[in-house]
T-cell receptor
Framework: AQSVTQPDIHITVSEGASLELRCNYS??????LFWYVQSPGQGLQLLLK??????LVQGIKGFEAEFKRSQSSFNLRKPSVHWSDAAEYFC???????????FGTGTRLKVLA | EPEVTQTPSHQVTQMGQEVILRCVPI?????FYWYRQILGQKVEFLVS????????KSEIFDDQFSVERPDGSNFTLKIRSTKLEDSAMYFC???????????FGEGSRLTVL
């Protein structure tokens, strides 16, 4: 069965510092991979996605993620965090073989001024 | 920019009552979803709907739940007899055919008393 693991429940970084949020997936087929961000009381906004091709993908708000098949990972990165990046971040996986997209448990990001 | 809209934004109901949550997916999308997020927890898949039928559902989606696309634009989630544990934020999402990201609505917060 497909699964997504986000090992870090909470992460705190200082404004201007770099950020990496981890995501590991378990899936037999070639996955579609996504990162979504959720601000308090809001819906989920897509940051970036990977379907195929270049394994380093760029998203909105200066985020990027790298697909590493050998590690079953799709980690999200940002070189310099802004206070407005404080939110919950969800990794998600789907494939062409299923209609179901599975979400990780989320990582809550706190940014210190 | 096209968006998924959900109504109501917040509904309070008594245990045992029926609730219908409504969604208007993006007009050219073909796959429709309901997800649930209990406060502070993960985003859980409930059901996917394609070609006027359920394509996949989770173990959460038991006989108390049903979905319908009554016309060309609305997509509804009905909970027949609500329980306290149904209190959550319910998100509708839609996507195009083939590989594609989910577009989420802002959510409907259901509170069961």
């Amino acid at each position: 069965a497909q699964s997504v693991t986000q090992p870090d429940i909470h992460i705190t970084v200082s404004e201007g510092a770099s950020l990496e949020l981890r995501c590991n997936y378990s899936y037999g087929a070639t996955p579609y991979l996504f990162w979504y961000v959720q601000s308090p009381g809001q819906g989920l906004q897509l940051l970036l996605k990977y379907f195929s091709g270049d394994t380093l993908v760029q998203g909105i708000k200066g985020f990027e993620a790298e697909f590493k098949r050998s590690q079953s990972s799709f980690n999200l990165r940002k070189p310099s965090v802004h206070w407005s990046d404080a939110a919950e971040y969800f990794c998600a996986v789907g494939t062409s073989g299923t209609y179901k997209y599975i979400f990780g448990t989320g990582t809550r990001l706190k940014v210190l001024a | 920019e096209p968006e998924v809209t959900q109504t109501p934004s917040h509904q309070v109901t008594q245990m045992g009552q029926e609730v219908i949550l409504r969604c208007v997916p993006i007009s050219n999308h073909l796959y429709f979803y309901w997800y649930r997020q209990i406060l502070g927890q993960k985003v859980e898949f409930l059901v996917s709907f394609y070609n006027n039928e359920i394509s996949e559902k989770s173990e959460i989606f038991d006989d108390q739940f049903s979905v319908e696309r009554p016309d060309g634009s609305n997509f509804t989630l009905k909970i027949r007899s609500t329980k306290l544990e149904d209190s959550a934020m319910y998100f509708c999402a839609s996507r195009t055919q083939g590989a594609g990201e989910l577009f989420f609505g802002e959510g409907s917060r259901l509170t069961v008393l």
